[in-house]
């Protein structure tokens, strides 16, 4: 399983971007797909996490700003993130968990700007 990420950038606070991960090879009908993401100095953090049934989570710290989706079909996952914030800045990586595995994408960088 690859994973590739895409959609990061420099944004000013209050504003939005996409991330999307595009997964290839064998994905079980019971796979997690999350996004993660780790500011400078800091640990690896669970951003949102997804079901295939639809099911989310997310941190305290983005929810109802952050929106996570996938789309079976296609092997994706998504993360909509709006009225960003200046600590949102850091490396999102897209992680996809299926029968003991855990597989990580490349990371895309999201700077919010103050």
């Known amino acids: 399983v690859q994973l590739q990420a895409s959609g990061g950038g420099l944004v000013q606070a209050g504003g939005s971007l996409r991330l999307s991960c595009v997964a290839s090879g064998a994905i079980y009908s019971s796979a997690l797909m999350a996004w993660y993401r780790q500011a400078p100095g800091k640990q690896r953090e669970l951003v949102a996490v997804i079901l295939n049934n639809g099911g989310t989570n997310y941190a305290d710290s983005v929810k109802g700003r952050f929106t996570i989706s996938r789309d079976n079909a296609k092997k994706s996952v998504d993360l909509q993130m709006n009225s960003l914030k200046p600590e949102d800045t850091a490396v999102y990586y897209c992680?996809?968990?299926?029968?003991?595995?855990?597989?990580w994408g490349q990371g895309t960088q999201v700077t919010v700007s103050s």
């Open positions: 992680n996809l968990w299926q029968r003991g595995s855990y597989f």
